[in-house]
């Protein structure tokens, strides 16, 4: 078992969430409160990660912030690194990767609030702000602790994109799912095996997680 | 009991994070072709037991490690499998000199136990498994991006099974990878490195022959120092050119440099 | 204290789209102004207007001393700043809080200390309190109905908003709610407004009347003087024809099976109710069950024979029916006679004739009003 690997890997999950769930919940409750025109097309294009490989997504962010680009070359001279081959470029991959594992959870999260109880919590004397935090959130909570966890089991899984953008390097960009294919090319099939297995049981994990919760939403709606 | 489990999820992450070692001056990363897979861990382990400091390395085809370092990948020492990757980079500005050749690698044609395929340095095996019609797979490296793929490709040019046996054939994404098809028993075998097969227990995983070194260009392999490279890579970079380094690339099967 | 009039409510609402209104009323306070129409009619569009959640293209609303929106002006109140207490069709309860924790979510206007206590006062009012730490999927229709009242009313409100309070409820929890609202309304002295297309809640709570159609007031004033209209035949689809005024009992006649009213007209003598001498009462009688006669009847079994005057006659094309205006001294009734009936009686406005009403057919409608 690499445990730097999996560090790299919790690490990247958790990072991930800390960028996207902000965005989300801003993101997915403007959606499912506000109608206006190209709302269709704004949605479409949330949804667009999910059916782009991988691979497409690495290939832009190379050609865009790799050391031959002068976007790339810029950063490199600021920062001294560039952003690919770097945990804050995984950072960024996974962030766009995962936005419709996010936003569409929270935004069905919110959706399910019916919208007079919108309008009782104003007419009770709550400020926007007191409404959001005390009436909206607990009742979205569901949806938004699902879009935490999906985001996490997907990041965890992510293997295309974080072997282009990040190049397998160890304590940095080498995730759990880039080192069982490192392992395997080293012959190591034991390893490889162990971290495997791990990725399959936080799947599974993942899995019956959700469908809790689902379940709960259901039974709190009485 | 939803609240414990996003508490339960930040602590295993936190517990995890700073568990698992804070990471101070992490050793500089080396980019190795795949064919060093054995001995390069071995030379770095006898590196460490010598001077006490270590580097990371990390393993690829040479030709997708050079595109890497080209995009901006922190390596500071390329070990390439042919001279012409490293050149490139030479010419790009992109290291501090023209390096050296550290190495020469031979090929092997391999067959896994139970295969159709009989072993020789001539190929006639491979070109009687052809003709009777009952070839299956056959790997090699892929030869876009790695030297040994590009030298297994002459080979069979040169015997005239290219184009027959062009259909059949599984490209690895390195040496290694095609290595591992070849010996796995998803094919019929492959054309792989010699010192892969020199490594732990592939003898008991089949026979190999080696090909003879005019059948292809020689595999002679550059290394490079990298722009950025710090002391602890430079100090590396000599270790590779002393004589411990030397004896134990022989004894995974490179021809040395005297 | 405040002017009447500074307390008073007053709506105007213009708009072309998306829903076409044009109204302005009043509503003093202690009235109950009932707002009714078919649905599509604006009604909720109104409420929500006047509660802030929906800003009409042209509006101004004035209540509690204030301006809470003046298009003109560019003046908005958003809903968290004003006193408004408004009463959901689906009660709009937050699941996740108990009725308890409702109620005090309206309470934010008063010291933290002071919330739980007055929070458990207003469900004792509602009376909810055995049931104040449930959930609202743990609460029947009506309980959760009463959650919603007691937390509209935390708010202390100016003005107090029912949307369609009674749609979801069946019959007899409906009965309980509306004496519980008529007796709150006394103490509360405020203007209420109650948007309805059921017109049993219009007698039974209303002091006012305001009757839409596609967004415009069609007629608006005194329940007793809109129901006594003849010429709107869309109340005959709707809710049946009938007069509704008020009259006082005199007193109970158990043993015959009778109760003596008197109204504006005169005496009705009813069926029996357990009710005490004094107390006033809301009278409805619907205009089939009004029969004419242009000569004192005799020998039968009924105990109205009210002498009156014709004052309008209004015939509907879409049926064969007329309806008949009389004045009753003070009070209008309603009947509805065949073409023929006309003819042969010949009426006509200004007519001397009798209205003959069955005691089984007054209906009466205790009102609070006086207790």
Redesign the interface.
Known sequence: MDWTALRVSLWLGAGTIAILLPFGIWFGRLLAIHQFRGKVFVEALVTVPLVLPPTVLGFYLLVMFGARSPLGQAFQSLVGQTLPFSFEGLLLASAIANIPFVVQPIQRGFEAIPSDVRDAAACCGLTPWQRFARIEVPLAWPGILTAAILTFAHTLGEFGVVLMVGGNLPGETRTLSVAIYDRMQAFDDRSAGVMAATLLVIAVATLMLTTTLSRRVGVRRG | MLRRIGVLLVATTVVIGTGAGVSAQRPPTVAAAANLNFALTEIANQFKADRGTSVEVVFGASGTLTRQIQDGAPFELFLAADEEFPNQLAKAGLTRDAGVVYAVGRLVIFAPNGSALTVDERLNGLARVIKSGKAGRFAIANPDVAPYGKAAESVLRKRGLWDAIRPQLVLGDTIAQAAQFATTGNAIGGLVAYSLVLGPGFAERGKYAVIPETDHQPLRQRMVLLKRAGATATQFYDYLQGTSAKAILRKHGYGVPQ | MCDVADRRLSVRIQQRSPIPLDLDFTCDPGDVLAIFGASGSGKSTIL?SI???YRPEHATIRADGETWSDTASKAFA???RRA???V???Y?????LTALGNVM??L??RPSTERRSRAEDLLRLVHLSDHQDR????LSGGERQRV?LA??L??EPAVLLLDEPFAAVDRMVRRRLQDEIDELRRTLDIPLVLVTHDFDDVVRLATRLLILERGKAIASGALSDLTSRPDMPWLRDAVGLGSVFDARVVRRDPERGLLELTFGGGTLIASNRVLDAGTVVRVRIAARDVILATSEPDGLSLHNVLPGTVTALNADPAFDHIVVQIAVGEVLLLAEVTRDAIARLDLTSGKRLYALIKSVSIGVIPDFRSI
């Open positions: 929500r509660a802030g959640l958003p809903p968290h408004v207490g408004m959901f069709q689906e709009a309860l937050f699941p996740h979510t309206a934010g206007h959930r609202p999927h743990q919603a937390r509209a935390a708010r």
